[in-house]
């Protein structure tokens, strides 16, 4: 059986496994205060050209969306988002659990455009009843999207043009950003990233760690008091080093980006496969996630070789699929599955 | 100058305000505990024709919305709204303070459709990835809408309908229920709304009272220990006899609907009026809010003789403005807007 | 029969009520938008000698608490406050619930220490674990306490003094805030409050207002956009201008300290003829609340009388009982209760 | 250097590590529905003598407790627990940060008594002011406690009892229990536990995990949709089958056991030693922390070869400190620190 189900379908990358192996019985301080913490930091600070950011780490995806967003919010202010968001969605209701609504704004293929931004923020104040409404305090995008879309370099620096406008920061969700920078459609450095946003994550749970994701803070004034919120959260790891170690190693020798591309590469090869075969794109994904509409006859047929993922409900006679690769992809597999198209 | 912004411009109908005159130096118990209060649920527990309803008094329609959500809601679930739903609009996020998520559902003239609703439902549970989602955990809507417009007594039905089906209680917002009810166009009487809710409110603010809000339970076992939860959410007025009283004089000879018709009779001429002068109406509202689309030009004419809303933000030639009647509105006020056409 | 349960078993001050029916049918905008409010408001800002102070009105104690704690706290801090504070014991959880931790210092007669909160502050700090741990983000107050008794001059600027030192706000509750002013052993004006307290509340519902309460911001930095907070705690009043005429004829000609007299007056008689009668003192209170042990026999019989507040469970042989007397209590009452004794 | 600051200083048990790195490559579904996490709770099922029992696996000991504590909690509700409760003191407000007061009762040795409970329980319905508070609306005790001791098979039947008689759950914290099962002082077997607790957790990141608590519910109706819970906690891991793999790990061959005797044995030498070397035991610990008043000077001595948690403010002349050994703690490890007494 081949999956294609998700990119957390594996354990870690063998070099991650290799290092938590060999400092195994090593004594250190808890809750990220060790020295493998601290050099994770250094070498996410140095790949990022962001010398000044803070950096933490934290277990999961939706945990860190619920941390950050519920740190630089106030009150009395929600996060726009695109209706495709995966705080929207898919985090059984995080945000509003800690008090914040989601306002959403039109999903482009699950990007966010600043023109809808803008849009947003000036109707919202141009209606003089804005102070019985969620004040729109910060922006939440995320690259991939979680359609695999990618954001262009000049579509990124509009979103923080108009964050920076109307003074609110930009959050950026980056649990699948390794495939976005290891794609050869993507136009958005690392540093861009961090020049463009206040705060981000790099994702490590779907890019070769056990788990974990690094956020960085290039703006540390607006999450003061972060670690106890994080504590708070219930996002402290206790044995924090774990989280520092498998950073260390992802960012050594670039290797973060290196088992991205073999995501990429796959998933690709994978897309052109369905593409020939005459199959229908959904959207089009430059990363490694895939989402192809197919007949449901061939879906049966395919489920009793390959596992994927149903997007949205079963229609009646075509349905929308969404394969994944991931770092442990291997080119036999993807051979494999086009085998039994 | 002349005020049409919205229907709690004035205090109480003298009535009211002659019943809290005469009883203004009574001693009695706080929080509820007063034979006024035990009257006024009497009262309307008739009027509904639900004798075995809980009835509650809250201050305003805000705070009852949450509280009540609050505690309908398990923490897992959220409240299927319209988009256009007060709750997920103009009330400052009070329902995502208190945890929950407002899921939206399309608006057709403020109003939500069952098939919506059922289409919401199936497709949430035909995705496998429901338990990672916000569970819809019942239905709000409002009657009027925040447009003005009323359910009728089939679509309260099959929205009754859906929800029983699927379990979720239903619950009806009567922020300006008097003023559906005094309509001609109203198919949904009192007892009827009382008979397909499963919890609702009548309210006073709006409809001749200073303040004040009657939540009616008719499925009491949905909302245990509601009393302390009203104090939680601060929604406990100390002389809760004046809830009681203001609505033990609402209910006694027809008082809440006789006042209600005179706001609608003068609405509905304000609106003759108006198509009659060749306006467009942007909504077609039988209550008595009144929504159409002005030159901007006669909008600023207008405004040095009179006040009314624009409803969102103002347009480049024309807008939309709302009109709104109250149980204190005379014909008079109208004649002379119109007199300014 | 009867009654000092407590204070606001009456409805308003005839003046106010003069005021309420003399205004009733006027049209003015709502939420606070009007000229009555504006005008409570510049009174209540004379009255404190604080001419920069923001002026609030919400409707209730709890739900002031609440929203004003709310305000002046982050995510990762909570509130000292004495053990026996009303928002430790009283208010259902209403701090809790919009996520905060009530951090409790000993009670000293419902009073808090300053070296309380000064060894609060540092044995937190002192601690190496404090980022695992709430902060103390501001401090509690209540005057006159739960127990009736005031802080003194001395004791105010010791609890400002620390507060200042460890720039956390100071935050005084008032629901009482009139009989501690009209008590002679009183020594904190009006004026202090407002100089001392970062942000203080002056109680309306147990002095002669319907209800509502008049939050009083001196370093209105520290509430920005309370207004929306207000609304999402459902403590916006819709009629607003309600709150502003009861607090304008409380403000004017002195009304508010006036009335307040007479309750601490029969207040000091009962008490007098209580200690002549040989009973003891719960607690020696210089204002409206009296506390006594009595005999479960005496409370027995008195109970078929007057009725009076049981203060915590009912003892073996003897109970505590409060007394309250309000703005409307008479002399020929307390002689009427003294004569049962 | 010597180090023993607390349990979680090392990675994991070499077996646990031995079978992560086995299955490293191996691709499963995420989210706990593995066959390993099914084989896991089979496994925690049969030690706990427990085979209705639903057993959910989180990453860490406060995310655990603010997630089971949520669930099993109404809105109107608090969780009582010692003043000492790691809930209360040590995670950051988590508990009310999702809503609930946390009720204290007093603390004896770390232990809440089933009188106190009882009492507390009597004392808040005998108040006719309790639906003014907060409920008492379930039981948090922890085995160990926070000082290391434990409850003896009595003292756990009486708050079993008393939380029987008045319908609240109990919830056992068992963030070290493997060190309270592996002392020979205690009289509570797992299947205890099982047996009078209505949910407990295992925890596995202080004994030979890396991470990881494992939540048994042994009355399933009192969390339904705790799936769901757990995500909107971010307490869901996406590989899920990280946490089967260890318990599984942990469970087989009484491993868990195993490890846990090794640290308990090493505690009670160093104990010895100390009462030896004439040190004063600050509280009577028979598990794998001890708490010692040793004077100032000693300690800073003693700081040159070892790390040791200072317990609470330093003091004038003699401070608090905790020693804590772990699986991973050898007899030299002790041998050595006892050498620089």
Tied chains: 1, 2, 3, 4.
Excluded at 77 to 90: K, M
Excluded at 104 to 130: I, M, N
Excluded at 139 to 149: A, I, K, M, N, W
Excluded at 151 to 171: D, F, G, K, T, W
Aim: proline share 4%; glycine share 8%.
């Amino acid at each position: 059986m081949l999956h294609f189900d998700c990119d957390y379908m594996e354990g870690a990358h063998p070099e991650v496994m290799r290092r938590l192996l060999a400092t195994n019985l090593e004594q250190t301080p808890g809750y990220g205060c060790d020295p493998y913490t601290a050099h994770a930091r250094e070498l996410i600070r140095q790949a990022c050209d962001a010398p000044q950011a803070e950096v933490h780490f934290l277990v999961g995806g939706t945990q860190t969306n619920a941390t950050v967003i519920d740190g630089l919010l106030r009150r009395h202010e929600g996060v726009l988002a695109a209706e495709s968001g995966h705080i929207n969605v898919h985090e059984a209701g995080a945000i509003e659990a800690a008090g914040h609504k989601v306002l959403t704004l039109p999903s482009h293929d699950g990007k966010v455009h600043a023109c809808d931004v803008e849009r947003y923020l000036e109707e919202f104040y141009g209606d003089e009843t804005w102070p019985h409404m969620v004040a729109p305090g910060m922006l939440y995008v995320s690259h991939p999207t979680e359609f695999g879309t990618l954001y262009s370099l000049e579509e990124m620096e509009a979103l923080h043009e108009v964050c920076q406008q109307h003074a609110i920061p930009l959050y950026l969700d980056g649990a699948r950003l390794s495939y976005a920078l290891a794609s050869e459609s993507n136009t958005l450095t690392l540093h861009d990233v961090a020049r463009l946003c206040d705060v981000f994550y790099i994702g490590g749970t779907k890019t070769g760690a056990l788990f974990g994701e690094a956020v960085v803070v290039t703006r540390s004034e607006l999450l003061p008091h972060f670690f106890t919120l994080i504590k708070q959260h219930g996002a402290l790891l206790a044995k924090g080093r774990l989280l520092g170690l498998q950073f260390e190693t992802l960012f050594t020798d670039d290797l973060y980006l290196r088992i991205a591309r073999q995501a990429v590469t796959t998933a690709l090869k994978l897309k052109e496969a369905l593409l020939a075969k005459g199959y229908r794109l959904f959207i089009d994904s430059p990363t490694n996630q895939q989402f192809f509409v197919l007949p449901n006859s061939d879906i049966d047929r395919l489920s009793s070789h390959a596992t994927f993922e149903l997007w949205g409900p079963r229609g009646e006679t075509e349905s929308v699929v969404r394969f994944v690769t991931s770092w442990a992809t291997q080119e036999s597999h993807i051979d494999a599955l086009i085998g039994h198209l």
